[in-house]
């Protein structure tokens, strides 16, 4: 089975760190163009499928465990060759903590940055310099830190329902996790689907009930560690300087109907990344690279052979420049448009802020309202009843 050891491709610290940690991975296809998927929290390999099989025709791995035997022809490549999928090669992998790589029983052997070095272990092991990477969820929180830590190894940077940290809790039965996942990764408008006799949601429903449950759910302590990353990732403004002056471009791909990782967020984290960085929001969810595949699968090719033609930031970025007055720079910074989809506008934002503010005054004039009342009645003088005898 393809597994390479962490601590083997690492520094004597770090490989210390990791001594005895494995992770799982597959590559798939062949060809010059190297594509490195990192998939996020409580995901496996696998949940890269309709990625996988878009960018490289199949999904049957390939044989070799290493990734370094290519039978790639050497042909010059054709115009179509992104769109048919010929000449590429990826690897995707469990991250520790999940599927059939190590699971470490401390909270501090799990960090964006902890699995980010990961990821550059097995880029290492693959034996590729460069790589395009493209991250999801908390894989795509270990992608930006990949890219801040090693952006000389980065072709280009893929960013799909980025979130900004958080956790969510997660049902300890296959039956109770594929009924969160399916409301949670999914819009419900596409859940409500028909296909033939049936719904969408039903039909999906049985497949996450089959797959949770011939992979295993994952262990308290792989749950605990991947929380923790996720809630403790921060980009700092070196970081995304370190992202800004890499030299390649980057796509921040979003469902704008994701409830877990608000698009808001993803927005914003584009913004910062201008003028590398191109915002595409999607109709659909959570796991928008499952509910609009073919517009993902696009926007990826898009990305790569944009980079391989080393297009201008200037000419692939779809953010407005920031102006030099504050109400200018701040509406246009939440009211960006993006290809085919809507707007976030600044007047719901207001309103979302507004909304706690309100909230937060009427908690405490309530009590206020109930300690000035108890006040009051504590100085009000004892009535003395008339004594017996």
């Not at 930006?144 to 893929?158: E, G, I, N, T, Y």
């Not at 049985?206 to 262990?219: A, H, R």
């Not at 102006?323 to 448009?337: A, H, L, M, N, Y």
Request: hydrophobic share 35%; charged share 25%; aromatic share 8%.
């Amino acid at each position: 089975m393809p597994y390479f050891e962490v601590g083997a491709k690492q520094t004597s610290t770090d490989g210390k760190l990791n001594n005895g940690i494995r992770i799982f991975y597959n590559t798939y296809g062949r060809g010059p163009t190297k594509i490195l998927f990192i998939i996020g929290l409580a995901g496996t390999h696998e949940s890269w499928g309709p990625q996988i099989k878009g960018l490289t025709g199949t999904t049957m791995p390939n044989d070799d465990e290493t990734g370094t035997i290519d039978s790639y022809s050497g042909e010059e490549e054709r115009e179509d060759d992104y769109e048919s999928g010929r000449g590429i090669q990826v690897c995707a992998f469990d991250n520790r903590g999940m599927g059939r790589s190590s699971v470490p029983k401390k909270k501090s052997e799990y960090t964006t940055r902890i699995m980010a070095k990961d990821a550059i272990a097995l880029l290492d092991h693959l034996g590729w310099k460069k790589a395009h990477v493209f991250g999801h969820s908390m894989g795509a929180m270990t992608a930006c830190k990949l890219a801040a830590m090693a952006p000389d190894r980065v072709l280009s940077l893929a960013l799909l329902n980025v979130t900004g940290g958080g956790f969510e809790c997660f049902p300890k039965t296959p039956e109770q996790r594929a009924a969160v996942d399916l409301d949670t990764h999914y819009s419900n408008e596409y859940l409500e689907e028909s296909i033939e006799a049936n719904t969408r949601r039903t039909i999906l429903y049985q497949e996450y009930v089959k797959g949770i449950s011939s992979t295993g759910m994952q262990s308290n302590y792989g749950l605990e560690g991947q929380l923790n990353a996720c809630w403790r990732h921060k980009m700092t403004k070196t970081e995304i300087e370190s992202i800004r002056s890499g030299g390649f471009l980057v796509s921040v791909i979003h469902g704008r109907h994701d409830i877990i990782a608000q698009i808001y967020y993803a927005r914003r984290l584009a913004e910062k990344l201008q003028p590398v960085a191109r915002m595409i929001d999607l109709h659909g969810g959570h796991l928008v690279s499952h509910e609009r595949t073919e517009e993902v699968n696009q926007a990826l090719l898009d990305l790569i052979k944009a980079s391989e033609e080393k297009m201008s930031p200037h000419d692939w970025t779809n953010i407005p420049k920031k102006s030099s007055s504050w109400v200018e720079t701040r509406i246009p910074s939440i009211r960006t448009s993006t290809q085919g989809g809507s707007n976030v506008t600044f007047a719901c934002f207001l309103t979302e802020k507004l909304h706690l503010f309100l909230l937060c005054l009427f908690g405490l004039l309530v009590l206020t309202f109930e300690y000035g009342r108890k006040a009051i009645k504590s100085l009000k003088p004892a009535r003395v009843g008339t004594p017996r005898t």
